[in-house]
């Protein structure tokens, strides 16, 4: 059996370089002001994929499909272009919006 983790050596001398500190708060700058506040940069971009696959999602359904091709595209190049247009125009709303 190895040694336990209480009794290994600690180098009390090494440090994080500057660079990487920086960046590691940079990423997770906490809110000003204490809590709430503007969301981190991480959960900014993490919400746009929250989004997208939201958009994904309900666009894949069988159910939008049978809209689209009621409303005269009968053609799957038609119905995935219109997929694209409606998901293009809902994602810069959606985005923007909130």
Same mark, same amino acid.
């Given at each position: 059996?190895? &040694?336990? +983790?209480? *009794?290994?050596?600690?180098? /009390?001398?090494?440090?994080?370089?500057?660079?990487?500190?920086?960046?590691?708060?940079? =990423?997770?700058?906490?809110?000003?002001?204490?809590?709430?506040?503007?969301? /981190?940069?991480? =959960?900014?971009?993490?919400?746009? /994929? +929250?989004?997208?696959?939201? !958009?994904?999602?309900? !666009?894949? /359904?069988?159910?939008? &499909?049978?809209?689209? @091709?009621?409303?005269?595209?009968? *053609?799957d190049?038609?119905?995935?272009f219109?997929?694209?247009?409606?998901?293009?125009?809902?994602?810069?709303?959606?985005? *923007? @919006?909130?």
């Amino acid at each position: 059996m190895g &040694d336990k +983790i209480d *009794n290994l050596p600690i180098d /009390s001398t090494s440090s994080s370089p500057k660079s990487d500190i920086d960046i590691i708060l940079n =990423v997770f700058k906490p809110t000003e002001g204490g809590g709430g506040g503007e969301p /981190s940069k991480v =959960v900014h971009e993490f919400k746009s /994929s +929250i989004i997208g696959g939201g !958009l994904f999602l309900i !666009l894949s /359904s069988p159910i939008v &499909d049978k809209i689209i @091709r009621s409303a005269g595209f009968s *053609n799957d190049m038609y119905v995935w272009f219109t997929k694209f247009l409606v998901f293009v125009i809902l994602f810069y709303i959606l985005k *923007n @919006r909130f």
